[in-house]
């Protein structure tokens, strides 16, 4: 990211972020050395909107959601001439790094789904190299700290982040869940080469779940869930023979009480896109907020308020695709 003169204090963040078989691969994640991720809470969605949808999408998003977000800056926030807006937008379920870019984007920007905050730049660069990523996007200086983009096997981008001052945000109340969409060709390489890299435990792999979690009630795919410090992440191995919405809705969001969630979307301009259904240990749904951002929002069985039936309640108006 280039100099910003001038740029709050507050707008810091926002700026950054983008200038910012089983027991096997249980085996592979690295348990001797401590990693590079700092929290859960410094972990950011990438949003990128259209720049008259902005703020649209933000107040829509906080007012599903709860939380604040920084005033707009209008920044160059990549290592080549471009210009976006951009702001960060932090709730008690997830935080988004939102951008606004008003030139074309350069390559390869727009492709990372995370920004992932690190304590050291230059060992986090090395490890994931030693672990299999490619660094898409090399190191490069924004006005309070370091970026680059890494890709892991599967063609998954993530950013990664370092602050000269650290920065101090409350944790979260859920902890957002990273949804990755890999083929069955290079899951293995991935889920291996993640673990090593974010020091993560594979929480579960099923063979067999449920289609109707992708949108196919016909037919099973293969589900791992692994958590580690950069947060969760649940991996879908598919053909890539997905109906919209799936593969779009890069982060899921866990909430306390679904349907009060969702009537929040609905009440600030969202589309509930898919009814909410019963997802195993969840009851799930996908909405799309204004300017064109699909999620994923679900409870978990212990904490959804109410049973919800695979049709959906009445009152949720649904988009017809």
């Not at 673990?195 to 993560?200: I, K, T």
């Not at 009630?217 to 791992?224: A, E, F, K, L």
């Not at 991996?235 to 919405?245: D, I, K, M, Q, R």
Request: hydrophobic share 40%; aromatic share 10%.
């Amino acid at each position: 990211m280039r100099n910003i003169p001038g740029l709050p204090a507050c707008l810091a963040s926002a700026a950054v972020a983008l200038t910012l078989g089983t027991s096997g691969l249980a085996a592979a994640a690295t348990k001797a050395s401590p990693g590079v991720a700092v929290g859960t809470q410094y972990d950011t969605s990438h949003v990128y909107v259209a720049p008259e949808q902005v703020d649209r999408f933000v107040d829509s998003f906080v007012a599903t959601f709860g939380g604040q977000s920084t005033k707009q800056a209008i920044a160059t926030v990549t290592p080549t001439p471009s210009s976006t807006t951009t702001q960060l937008v932090q709730t008690p379920v997830g935080t988004l790094s939102v951008f606004g870019f008003k030139t074309p984007i350069p390559y390869s920007f727009g492709a990372e789904r995370t920004g992932y905050l690190v304590t050291d730049l230059d060992k986090a660069l090395a490890e994931a190299r030693k672990a299999g990523a490619d660094v898409v996007v090399d190191a490069f200086p924004d006005p309070i700290g370091r970026d680059a983009v890494i890709q892991w096997p599967g063609g998954v981008d993530m950013q990664l982040y370092w602050h000269a001052t650290p920065p101090s945000y409350a944790a979260f109340e859920h902890v957002p869940e990273n949804r990755v969409y890999v083929s069955p060709d290079r899951v293995g390489a991935f889920v291996k080469d993640f673990l090593a890299f974010s020091h993560g435990k594979l929480l579960s792999d099923v063979k067999n779940a449920p289609g109707a979690e992708i949108g196919d009630p016909s037919t099973t795919y293969r589900r791992i869930r692994i958590e580690s410090p950069f947060g969760k992440m649940a991996v879908f191995v598919t053909s890539g023979h997905l109906a919209y919405p799936y593969g779009r809705e890069t982060t899921g969001y866990e909430v306390t009480n679904l349907q009060a969630t969702l009537a929040n979307a609905q009440a600030a301009a969202c589309t509930v896109i898919v009814a909410p259904f019963d997802d195993g240990d969840r009851t799930s749904s996908v909405v799309e907020f204004p300017g064109g951002y699909v999620a994923e929002i679900h409870a978990l069985k212990a904490t959804a308020s109410s049973a919800v039936s695979t049709t959906g309640p009445a009152g949720f108006a649904l988009a017809s695709r």
